[in-house]
């Protein structure tokens, strides 16, 4: 049964052997098998992985060829599947011990590398006295060889590596180790830990099995690297959860071998985890982005600024990045920069939008995402960005970039949070399918604060209380005290039903706390969004502002709630002042004039602000010529700015208050619908947008479905 089904496999095998990425799923529908069951009968019947197997019979087939045709390395490596020529060079000779080329021009007799069966009866012996010698070992529970513990899993975390450089070289530091991350991170069958997160013990005094603990891994990687002139030295180890030493090994290098370091320190990982790789996988660690050292050493310094989503360290990443590819237009990782980094500046507030274009962001950001596809399909963060891109234009497209830039490196929970995103804010949101990907996210990034914000917020509006009770008390440290406040309140709104309950709990943290300014502006917005009552909510947010007159959220929800309010007068008695003028930028001092007026209903003069200063924003444009009833304006408008303001969570709810302008009922409830999904909820209840709506029976079931009170 078993040569029967060997014979089989093989002959399905050697059918597809052009095709590099014929693999186990490939096999498996073709034997009628589930993956899964393939893998076990295939080990049960050739003691190798499907992987190893299919190698194995690929070069055999090879090693054919270069005996019987007069075909050149190059071209017999692509018939047997190899789309490398070095990588089938490698494999050949590490499986017959001798180069492709020294077997096809030589007289020499192929020796697959395996162990030799000499003295198999000693061997035996020896076997047998060894394992009856560790049975004993295990009984008296004193074993050197065997953990205690849980068995160890693929799953790894990769810390900082030191730098021990004469000159402050961090940044070379910081980015041999996430490089070695991000080649870990491609490999199917591991866990590996986001930078985010293990960046949080670089200079940390815990001892490994605590950081393993944290970060939920059975493995951590750790290092040094020293750069003098152009000598490279890295000294790397290898330490499970136990804390028991795996491998470690010093490398000693000219600088410009330090991308080889990297791909051979990878390598050694996986072999110690003993995973047995695809083809791809393994080309993927042998891959090197670029033979420019100097193009190479920018890249490093600007994906480490990028990583800080800071926007002048997003300028200083494009300007290192664009270097690169002037030093080498090949380069794919460093249009993957550049391509993110325009996407997030396409994502700027209101603070840069007097200095970038959002649609020239977008435009160029879409560029160099498709130069690195057409450099490397496999380039996933360009994927990932081209998905990010296709929000609001085309769902259908998005998703399936997602899934792309998702497969090509599943442990990405940068990935993993985007398409999480796209659940929660297409035409038909999915929380469940939301949360299933934060919950990947949030294994692969455990320290990541804005994460474990969306993602405690994902558990609350699953209905997941107990859940989400527990991860707040576990991961409180990740919070601010306002932030786990926030967090708290809706909680006990989702649980209760009913988000005027949380008033009262804000009241009595103020009891204990009567000097916490952020307490007062908290319980302003509740009166403002959930009550819709201004004139109590500014009460709150005065005594924030006479508490904290140099806390921007304060300042900032003080001076809009004035101008909403149309309370002219303290609106200007504080834009004078000297906190106002040195805490806002520009562009927000003049938003802040824009909204002033546009309550006041002073439309021309709000519109003469936003043409002249706001033209790219959206809401001061749209809403403007909306309450002007040009319509024709804002369908323009709408058309070409369609990812409105690029902060997804208000999408719906800007939608919402311009069709309720243009009294377009059934559009303003289409997107009002789904809104208490993004957590805007309290912000379109304190919108006058919606005055003459609130009598509707449609608009009192939004309020209730949304646990906002409704007045009869």
């Known amino acids: 049964m078993s040569q029967k089904f060997i014979d089989q496999v093989r002959s399905i095998v050697l059918k597809n052997i052009s095709d590099e990425n014929f693999g186990v799923r490939e096999l498996s529908s073709l034997l009628g098998l589930s993956p899964s069951q393939t893998l076990r009968k295939i080990k049960a019947a050739s003691g190798k992985s499907v992987n190893q197997y ?7 087939k090879a090693a054919k060829l270069l005996k019987k045709t007069d075909q050149s390395i190059a071209e017999v490596s692509y018939q047997v599947g190899f789309s490398s020529a070095s990588y089938f060079n490698k494999s050949f000779r590490k499986y017959y011990n001798v180069t492709p080329g020294d077997y096809k021009n030589n007289s020499i007799k192929l020796n697959k590398t395996k162990k030799k069966k000499k003295n198999s009866s000693k061997t035996k012996v020896f076997i047998s006295i060894f394992l009856a010698l560790l049975l004993v070992i295990i009984y008296l529970g004193t074993s050197p060889f065997i953990s205690k513990s849980t068995p160890l899993n693929n799953s790894i975390a990769v810390l900082p590596f030191k730098d021990f450089s004469p000159k402050n070289n961090q940044w070379l530091s910081d980015g041999v180790s996430d490089n070695i991350l991000h080649s870990l991170a491609q490999m199917e069958q591991m866990k590996v830990i986001s930078f985010t997160s293990s960046s949080t013990y670089r200079n940390t005094d815990k001892k490994i099995p605590e950081i393993a603990e944290e970060l939920g891994v059975s493995y951590v990687l750790e290092g040094s690297v020293r750069l003098v002139k152009d000598k490279i030295k890295i000294i790397t180890q290898l330490i499970n959860a136990n804390d028991e ?4 090994k010093e490398y000693e290098e000219n600088a410009e071998n330090i991308i080889k ?4 320190v990878a390598e050694e990982v996986i072999k110690q985890l003993k995973i047995t790789l695809s083809p791809k ?15 190479y050493n920018l890249y490093l310094r600007g994906h480490l600024e990028n990583d800080s989503r800071k926007f002048e360290d997003i300028e200083q990443n494009i300007a290192l990045n664009n270097q690169a590819i002037n030093l080498d237009s090949s380069f794919v990782e460093a249009y993957e920069e550049l391509a993110m980094s325009y996407y997030l500046l396409s994502k700027t507030g209101i603070d ?3 200095k970038y274009d959002g649609l020239e962001s977008r435009e160029k950001s879409k560029h160099y995402a498709e130069k690195a ?3 490397d399909s496999n380039a996933n963060k360009a994927w990932l960005v081209k998905a990010m891109l296709m929000h609001h234009k085309d769902w259908d497209l998005s998703k399936e970039y997602h899934k792309k830039a998702i497969a090509l490196n599943p442990n990405d929970a940068l990935a993993h949070t985007m ?17 299933d990907q934060l919950i990947i996210a949030q294994r692969l990034n455990p320290l990541s604060s804005v994460l474990a914000k969306n993602f405690a917020s994902a558990l609350i509006i699953n209905d997941q209380f107990e859940k989400a009770e527990k991860y707040l008390e576990e991961h409180k440290f990740l919070f601010s005290e306002i932030d786990f406040i926030k967090l708290e309140s809706k909680l006990i709104a989702y649980k209760n039903k009913d988000w005027t309950q949380i008033i009262p709990f804000v009241k009595s943290k103020i009891e204990k706390d009567p000097n916490n300014a952020s307490l007062y502006n908290m319980l302003g917005d509740a009166y403002d969004g959930i009550k819709n009552n201004d004139s ?4 709150y947010h005065k005594k924030a502002y006479e508490l904290d007159s140099t806390n921007y959220r304060i300042l900032q929800d003080y001076s809009y709630l004035l101008a909403e309010s149309k309370m002219s007068n303290e609106f200007f008695k504080i834009k004078e002042s000297a906190n106002y003028k040195s805490i806002l930028s520009k562009p927000k001092q003049l938003n802040q004039l824009w909204f002033l007026y546009y309550h006041l209903e002073e439309y021309n003069k709000a519109l003469e602000i936003a043409d002249s200063y706001l033209s790219s924003r959206y809401t001061t444009s749209v809403w403007t010529h909306a309450q002007l009833g040009d319509r024709k304006k804002v369908d323009s408008i709408s058309k070409i700015l369609y990812w409105g303001t690029g902060q997804d969570k208000y999408w719906r709810s800007f939608k919402a208050f311009t069709h309720a302008i243009l009294k377009n009922r059934d559009s303003m409830y289409f997107y009002l619908e789904n809104a208490r999904f993004d957590g805007t909820t309290m912000l379109v209840n304190s919108r006058r947008e919606f005055d003459p709506y609130r009598n509707e029976d449609r608009f009192k079931a939004i309020l209730k479905s949304n646990y906002l009170p409704v007045s009869e």
Not at 245 to 248: A, C, D, P
Not at 261 to 264: G, T
Not at 419 to 435: C, D, G, M, S
């Open 536 to 539: 109590i909510a500014v009460i």
């Open 373 to 375: 596809i057409q450099i």
């Open 281 to 295: 996988e393994e080309r993927k660690l042998d891959k090197y982005p670029t033979q420019n050292m100097e193009a």
């Open 261 to 264: 370091v990297q791909n051979d």
């Open 245 to 248: 030493h795996i491998w470690s």
């Open 54 to 60: 299919i190698r194995e019979i690929r070069l055999e």
């Open 352 to 354: 840069l939008v007097m």
């Open 419 to 435: 398409y999480a995103e796209y659940f929660l804010y297409n035409p038909k949101p999915n929380i469940k399918k939301y949360l």
